[in-house]
C-alpha cells in the first residue's frame, strides 16, 4: 500500500513538472510575442528627430578617453553643469514676461535635463557601493548586445531573438575597445543639446547622445553626422559609436527592461 502510494505521488510530482514548464514555455512565448520591437523602432522614428543640428559631443571629440581619464572627474564636471542648466532653466520659468522667445526652453527639453541630472546623482551617490549580482547572464537576459569588433557590428536580442543588428565603431589601435561581459553599470544619459545654457555645451558637455554606460568610461552612445560615413569601421577613442537613431533604440531598451534584466559583451570575433 505504502508502495504503491509513492508510485502515485512520483506520477503526480512528474506531471505537475510537465504542466508547469509547459505553462513556463507558453508564457515565455507570448511574452516575446507581445512586445512588438518593429512596432517599437517605428514609434521612435515618428519622433521629431533632434540629431541634425547636434555637430560635437564629448565621446567624439578627445575631451573624454576613457581608460585614460578619470570617469568620476568627468561624470562630476557634468553633473555640475547639469545642475546650473536646470538652475537657469528654473531661473527663466520665473522671468518668463522678460525672456525672448528664442531664449525660452520647452517642457520637453525641461524634464529631459532634470531626468538626467537625478539618474546622474544617484549613480553618484551610489558609485561606491557593490553592484548588486545580475539576475540573468549574456543572451539570458532579456535586452542583449552583442558587439562583435571584427565586424563592427551590434547584434540586439530581446529574451534570446535576434531582432537586430547595427553597424557600429569601436576603438581605433591606440584606443581599442576592451573585450567585455557584464551586466551594463551605467549611468544612462539621455540626449539633449544644450548650447543654449551658459557654458553648458563647453567642449560638447551638453550633449548626451542616449549613452548607456557599460564599465568604467566605455559607453554605448550616439555619434555625430561628421562620423556616420565611420559606422562599420573602427574610429572611436574606445567607446560604441552608433547612429544616433540606432542609439536611441538601444538606450531607451534598456531604460524600460532595466539594467539588471541587461546584458553587453564584446568580442573580437564569433565562435
Known sequence: MISHL???RVIA???YLVIFQSCETIEKKSSV?????????????????????????????????????????????????????VSF?????????????????????????????????????????????????????????EIIKSKQKLYLYIQGALMDSFLVSTGIKKYETPDLNVKPRGPLLMKYNSKKFPGGNYKGMGNMPYAVFVRGGYAVHGTTPGNFSKLGTKASH????LHPDNARIFFELVKRIGLDNSWVTIKDSLP
Open 89 to 145: 532653466m528654473e531661473l527663466m520659468d520665473s522671468l518668463k514676461k522678460n525672456v525672448n522667445k528664442e531664449n525660452k526652453y520647452t517642457s520637453g527639453e525641461k524634464a529631459v535635463a532634470k531626468e538626467n541630472v537625478k539618474n546622474l546623482d544617484s549613480f553618484l551617490l551610489n558609485n561606491n557601493n557593490k553592484s548588486i549580482p545580475s539576475a540573468c547572464k549574456a543572451i539570458e537576459c532579456v535586452i542583449y548586445a
Open 6 to 8: 509513492s508510485s502515485l
Open 33 to 85: 510575442n507581445v512586445f512588438e520591437y518593429n512596432a517599437f523602432k517605428d514609434s521612435l522614428k515618428k519622433l521629431n528627430s533632434d540629431t541634425i543640428d547636434v555637430s560635437s559631443n564629448v565621446f567624439d571629440a578627445k575631451t573624454f578617453i576613457p581608460g585614460v581619464d578619470s570617469l568620476d572627474t568627468f561624470l562630476i564636471r557634468i553633473d555640475s553643469l547639469w545642475h546650473r542648466d
Open 13 to 15: 510530482f512528474v506531471a
Open 238 to 241: 574606445g567607446c560604441i559609436r
